[in-house]
């Protein structure tokens, strides 16, 4: 039995349709799997850290520890 054009184009429609889905669900999958990695990272060097942060380091920031770097990049900035 032999197909006509139109039914074989309509399959044709329905198998690139069923692609394009698969492929979006891969695309979908592999973004998610990525940021729950990104998110698992970011929790681990937090609870990392946390132990090294103590209140006297928190409270000994002095305001002149600030003022030199930001002067030392001063003259990267392009002048005007």
């Not at 692609?19 to 970011?42: D, E, H, P, S, Y």
């Not at 002067?71 to 900035?77: E, H, K, T, Y």
């Amino acid at each position: 039995m032999k197909r006509s054009p139109l039914e074989l184009s309509n399959t044709n429609i329905q198998k690139r349709h069923r692609k394009a889905r698969m492929f979006r669900l891969l695309c979908a999958g592999v973004t998610w799997l990525g940021a729950a990695l990104l998110a698992i990272l970011l929790i681990q060097i937090t609870l990392d850290g946390i132990k090294w942060l103590d209140i006297q380091f928190l409270t000994s920031f002095h305001p002149d520890s600030l003022i030199r770097p930001v002067l030392s990049l001063r003259w990267l900035a392009p002048s005007g």
